[in-house]
């Protein structure tokens, strides 16, 4: 144990180590912020992200400075996690890059404490989710649960029936959901709907209410909260983004 310890004391300690590893995730934010939520860690994807020139040009900044968003900040999410101690962990996010690119991530974040049990900061990934795995043996079956979501996505839908149409137990389609997709089936269904929502933003005039009933939300304020929540963009801040006001 003693053994153990040691080394991975030393490997933690050795930041250039850590530096070329996390290098090497090219699909994976990896981040550590200090107490006022400022980077001061990142791997080279996260300045590819955010279209900055080199590490330097990152550190010592927030997110909300790397990556401008409206309404709901990250930097506001970074600090509730400093505050609070909570963690967050596989939160399904719509990142933009720096060139305007989508990317649905996994996010995940977590207090890191000192050895008095002092929050300093935290600690966090962001991954950018992977093709499905169509040679899965199951996935045409969850294929089959994909069209009922795609095709019913402006009503209200129960994951549980959808599950049943398709012969499938709620425990088995959330195990093949996660095996293909890595996300479970009401992330599948927060995926289609926000997708379908910032089209609909980005090529039509449709008021937001009636973008929020075309995505499946019973109200305005709904739609809005969880658009905000998955982009960090309120619905009129995000067409008003995309379209140069």
């Not at 079956?141 to 599950?163: Q, V, W, Y």
Request: charge should be positive; include cysteine.
């Amino acid at each position: 144990m003693n053994d153990y310890n040691t080394l991975l004391t030393a490997a933690v300690r050795d930041t250039s180590l850590l530096e070329n590893i996390f290098d090497r995730l090219p699909d994976v934010l990896f981040y550590v912020k200090d107490r006022q939520a400022r980077y001061i860690f990142v791997n080279q994807a996260v300045v590819e992200q955010s279209g900055a020139r080199n590490k330097q040009q990152v550190y010592q900044r927030t997110a909300d400075e790397l990556f401008p968003v409206s309404g709901y900040s990250t930097l506001a999410q970074d600090m509730e996690v400093i505050n609070s101690g909570k963690c967050i962990e596989d939160l399904l996010r719509l990142y933009f890059s720096a060139n305007g690119r989508k990317q649905w991530c996994l996010s995940s974040k977590y207090p890191i404490r000192d050895e008095n049990g002092e929050i300093q900061g935290l600690i966090g990934i962001s991954r950018g989710l992977p093709k499905p795995n169509e040679k899965h043996h199951n996935y045409k079956r969850l294929d089959a649960f994909l069209k009922i979501l795609n095709k019913n996505h402006g009503e209200k839908i129960l994951i549980s029936e959808a599950a049943e149409k398709v012969n499938l137990s709620a425990d088995v389609l959330e195990k093949i959901s996660k095996e293909i997709f890595q996300l479970t089936p009401k992330q599948l269904l927060l995926q289609i709907r926000i997708n379908r929502a910032c089209n609909l933003l980005e090529s039509t005039e449709l008021s937001i209410t009636e973008i929020a009933a075309e995505c499946g939300y019973s109200d305005h304020s709904a739609f809005s909260r969880q658009f905000k929540a998955a982009t960090h963009f309120s619905p009129r801040d995000f067409r008003n983004a995309k379209s140069g006001v």
